[in-house]
């Protein structure tokens, strides 16, 4: 079970953000807001707001337990940008784009694997284990 959240039209470069989402994917939300908490600036306080949403999701609507979930997936997209205009010399001004950003976080339970059984070697009926080799054996 996979849990969603959504911050959208956030007023900061999606660049700034993207590097801190990379960090955070495969960690306990736990984590990844501890891990945040000692950061500076905007994003790593924008980034755990929508962690700690997606988090609530999780346990509240779908009754995961806590101790289980795991971020799966931090994707930030563009969003639409303020176009602005710095005045410059000789009556000129040059364009600005005030960027925004959109996050989606995926929160889900770990996927604990069982153990795969070995299976024996197989052995031919001369007693020699079967060529794993394309070649023919010399007698």
């Given at each position: 079970m996979e849990t969603i959240a959504q911050i959208k039209y956030l007023r900061i470069s999606?660049?700034?953000?993207k590097q801190l989402g990379r960090l955070t994917v495969g960690l306990s939300p736990q984590n990844a807001l501890d891990r945040l908490e000692h950061l500076s600036g905007k994003a790593p306080k924008l980034l755990s707001k929508a962690i700690s949403s997606a988090k609530s999701n999780a346990?509240?609507?779908?009754?995961?337990?806590?101790?289980?979930?795991?971020?799966?997936?931090?994707?930030?997209?563009?969003?639409?940008?303020?176009?602005?205009?710095?005045?410059?010399s000789r009556g000129m001004a040059h364009s600005i784009k005030k960027r925004t950003a959109h996050i989606t976080i995926k929160v889900g339970e770990k996927e604990i694997k069982a153990p795969e059984k070995k299976e024996p070697e197989k052995i031919s009926a001369k007693g020699k284990p079967p060529m794993l080799s394309g070649k023919k054996e010399a007698k």
């Open positions: 999606p660049k700034k953000i346990v509240n609507n779908l009754k995961l337990n806590l101790q289980n979930l795991v971020i799966r997936q931090v994707s930030i997209g563009k969003g639409p940008f303020f176009k602005r205009w710095q005045p410059v």
